[in-house]
């Protein structure tokens, strides 16, 4: 069991299926139906009309759906969507690897939102149905800016996209501003079973962003699995457990203890249900959030 969340958790980095403020950004801009446009997987995907019933499949764009003004019109998420609260009054619709088909074409979605090509692939089916659906996919916080603006103009919400994207980069030049002039420290964050995240994975730049030196940062594919070996050789100063709330959940291979993170108390555990797990795993409205809890386990001395 233990084993297969730990992959769960490392498949979930890069589809997102696991979680700014509590208050709904509102304010919705002017926009021409039909529209086409690309999604984050390339696809062309046409707009007939102001989405009024939307399916959102993703945590993070359900997250981003309320963050911009468009929660009124989400009619049902998938099973892993808990914030913000409201979206818990909503219709589960499965997730991405088991999305309610029929269902979704019962309550007439005229929009499915998912993330990660996983969750494309469950629901293509739907353009058999006129409904439209729109795939995220991104690998840095430029691409999560262009994929928020891309919604709200889907969805008639530009306002409320554009002050969102403003107060992200904001957030995230605050906290870059306050890592100024830190001394960079060897990371080593461990889904379980030694997945981590390299350079092509959203949290994965993120630690490149804040000047950590991320011990799986050169492999070329998403979410790897480093050996024991590797992580002893790289010696991290810092280590970090998603998916374990304290080390008695955790069986650590032989010669953990000689890492320098072990030898000077720098490892921290994240619970794979609390909200923080959310706002590190999530590419969303709360990634700022997650990722200076991150900094400050890092670079306590800047907090």
Do not use: H
């Not at 019962?106 to 729109?134: K, Q, T, W």
């Amino acid at each position: 069991m233990k084993k297969a969340l730990s992959i769960l958790l490392a498949v979930a980095l890069v589809f997102c299926l696991i979680g700014c403020s509590n208050t709904q950004n509102t304010g919705s801009g002017s926009a021409t139906y039909p529209m086409t446009v690309t999604d984050g997987l390339g696809n062309s995907v046409t707009i007939n009309e102001e989405p009024q019933k939307i399916v959102s499949l993703s945590p993070n764009t359900t997250e981003i759906l309320y963050a911009i003004g468009a929660g009124d019109k989400v009619i049902g998420v998938s099973s892993w969507c808990n914030y913000p609260e409201e979206a818990l009054e909503k219709e589960q619709l499965g997730d991405a690897w088991s999305a309610n088909i029929e269902r979704i074409i019962e309550l007439e979605a005229d929009l499915v939102l998912v993330s990660g090509i996983f969750s494309a692939d469950n629901v293509s089916s739907l353009a058999n149905f006129d409904i439209a659906v729109y795939s995220m996919e991104m690998t840095t916080p430029d691409d999560l800016y262009e994929q928020i603006t891309a919604i709200g103009n889907i969805t008639g919400c530009q306002d409320g996209a554009e002050e969102l994207v403003n107060s992200l980069k904001s957030d995230l030049d605050a906290l870059l501003s306050k890592l100024d002039g830190v001394e960079s420290r060897k990371v080593f964050l461990d889904y379980g079973d030694l997945y981590s995240s390299s350079k092509v994975d959203f949290i994965g730049n993120l630690l490149t962003m804040i000047g950590a030196e991320n011990i799986a940062n050169d492999f070329d594919y998403s979410s790897p699995q480093l050996s024991a070996e590797v992580v002893i050789e790289k010696n991290p100063d810092v280590y970090i457990y998603v998916g374990a709330s304290g080390p008695e959940e955790v069986t650590l291979p032989s010669g953990f203890e000689n890492i320098n993170a072990f030898v000077n108390d720098q490892v921290y555990y994240v619970s794979w249900d609390s909200e923080l797990c959310d706002k590190i795993s999530r590419q969303g409205p709360r990634f700022v959030e997650g990722l200076e809890a991150i900094a400050e386990m890092i670079y306590p001395e800047a907090f």
